[in-house]
T-cell receptor
Framework: GEDVEQSLFLSVREGDSSVINCTYTDSSSTYLYWYKQEPGAGLQLLTYIFSNMDMKQDQRLTVLLNKKDKHLSLRIADTQTGDSAIYFC???????????FGGGTRLMVKP | DAGVIQSPRHEVTEMGQEVTLRCKPI?????LFWYRQTMMRGLELLIYFNNNVPIDDSGMPEDRFSAKMPNASFSTLKIQPSEPRDSAVYFC?????????????FGQGTRLTVV
């Protein structure tokens, strides 16, 4: 079955880089995603990567995909206090219409 | 588009009462998902619909939970009778067809408290 795993918690200082890691099991996933959940809100898509790519950069965000090891990471450069949130990685199923989410990583940014 | 709309935002009910959560997906999206989020279990997929048809309800915890999607613009999740352990935030999400990378858009959630 599909399984997506993440570490529970990450604490960084403002201005440092944050790296959030994720492992997944479904090698047939077409897309992999990073979602952000701020307190009291739903999840919002931050970025996604197609499975035939190994890197995607979007401003302060860098996504790295190691398909061989089924490892996905999200790097946030120059982390700000506003980046404090829970970050979820997710993979899509074969048909691409259902997502399996990891348990979420709570990022705390200290001033 | 206003996004995925859920109601109510908050619900407090007594154990044994029936609870109905509502969701209006984004127009044109053909997949709809109900998730439950708790501190202990994280984000769990309860059920998902494709073109108004339930495809996978294996995440529905027990028979007290039921979900319907009578048309493309409305879905309900019902708990009858409710129990304190059902207290959680329930999210509805919708997504577009697979050829548009299947991003799921989430509603703001309904925070359910069963006392």
């Amino acid at each position: 079955g599909e399984d997506v795993e993440q570490s529970l918690f990450l604490s960084v200082r403002e201005g440092d880089s944050s790296v959030i890691n994720c492992t997944y099991t479904d090698s047939s996933s077409t897309y992999l995603y990073w979602y952000k959940q701020e307190p009291g809100a739903g999840l919002q898509l931050l970025t996604y990567i197609f499975s035939n790519m190994d890197m995607k950069q979007d401003q302060r965000l860098t996504v790295l995909l190691n398909k061989k090891d089924k490892h996905l990471s999200l790097r946030i450069a120059d982390t700000q206090t506003g980046d404090s949130a829970i970050y979820f990685c997710a993979e899509s199923n074969n048909a691409g219409n259902m997502l399996t989410f990891g348990g979420g990583t709570r990022l705390m940014v200290k001033p | 588009d206003a996004g995925v709309i859920q109601s109510p935002r908050h619900e407090v009910t007594e154990m044994g009462q029936e609870v109905t959560l509502r969701c209006k997906p984004i127009s044109g999206h053909n997949s709809l998902f109900w998730y439950r989020q708790t501190m202990m279990r994280g984000l769990e997929l309860l059920i998902y619909f494709n073109n108004n048809v339930p495809i996978d309800d294996s995440g529905m915890p027990e028979d007290r939970f039921s979900a319907k999607m009578p048309n493309a613009s409305f879905s309900t999740l019902k708990i009858q009778p409710s129990e304190p352990r059902d207290s959680a935030v329930y999210f509805c999400a919708s997504s577009s067809p697979p050829d548009k990378h299947g991003e799921a858009f989430f509603g703001q959630g309904t925070r359910l408290t069963v006392v």
